[in-house]
T-cell receptor
Framework: GNSVTQMEGPVTLSEEAFLTINCTYT??????LFWYVQYPGEGLQLLLK?????DKGSNKGFEATYRKETTSFHLEKGSVQVSDSAVYFC?????????FGTGTSLTVIP | GAVVSQHPSWVICKSGTSVKIECRSL??????MFWYRQFPKQSLMLMAT?????????EQGVEKDKFLINHASLTLSTLTVTSAHPEDSSFYIC??????????FGPGTRLTVT
């Protein structure tokens, strides 16, 4: 079946620190992979995505590479800002259905 | 870009009453929409797939008689929580794919049952 395992939080970093949030998946077929971000009191927003192996998704300084050999899609950012504080969800899409990880709460302190 | 709206954004109701939540695709048509619920500090769990013109498909463990889904048009799906109880309090989110299969999520509806 399809599932996503995501690094548990919460994660607290100082501003300008390096961020990694691990995500691995199990899937039948060839899913698309996503990172969504949820700011306090808001809905999910697409952060980045990758649709096939070795694709790199990037947006707002965040990056993630679709690694089929390790079934991973780790999220990275070289220098986080206070405004990056949010909950981050890794997800895969198979067909039209999404499967989400449990979310990782990130707090960036000045 | 495409937008999905939900109404209301939050609702408080008394135990035993029913609540209807609307999900609309504002600038595209969606033959399929998805309903999720999210518990505090947890991930989204797919509840059901809403199909325009036919019955919804429910995930295992979701009571179809309690969570009534109606997909009456290509831009509107509704979720009605019938005879709500405090344990139904949650954050309900819908999503819809556009013609390019890009998935768009609504902002969510927070339901509190007292």
């Amino acid at each position: 079946g399809n599932s996503v395992t995501q690094m548990e939080g919460p994660v607290t970093l100082s501003e300008e620190a390096f961020l990694t949030i691990n995500c691995t998946y199990t899937a039948t077929g060839y899913p698309s992979l996503f990172w969504y971000v949820q700011y306090p009191g808001e809905g999910l927003q697409l952060l980045l995505k990758a649709t096939k192996a070795d694709d790199k998704g990037s947006n707002k300084g965040f990056e993630a590479t679709y690694r089929k050999e390790t079934t991973s899609f780790h999220l990275e950012k070289g220098s986080v800002q206070v405004s990056d504080s949010a909950v981050y969800f890794c997800a895969l899409m198979s067909g039209n259905q999404f499967y989400f990880g449990t979310g990782t709460s990130l707090t960036v302190i000045p | 870009g495409a937008v999905v709206s939900q109404h209301p954004s939050w609702v408080i109701c008394k135990s035993g009453t029913s609540v209807k939540i609307e999900c609309r695709s504002l600038d595209f048509q969606a033959t399929t929409m998805f309903w999720y619920r999210q518990f505090p500090k947890q991930s989204l769990m797919l509840m059901a797939t809403s199909n325009e013109g036919s019955k919804a498909t429910y995930e295992q463990g979701v009571e179809k008689d309690k969570f009534l889904i109606n997909h009456a048009s290509l831009t509107l799906s509704t979720l009605t929580v019938t005879s709500a109880h405090p344990e139904d309090s949650s954050f309900y989110i819908c999503s819809a794919p556009d013609q390019d299969r890009e998935q768009y999520f609504g902002p969510g509806t927070r339901l509190t049952v007292t």
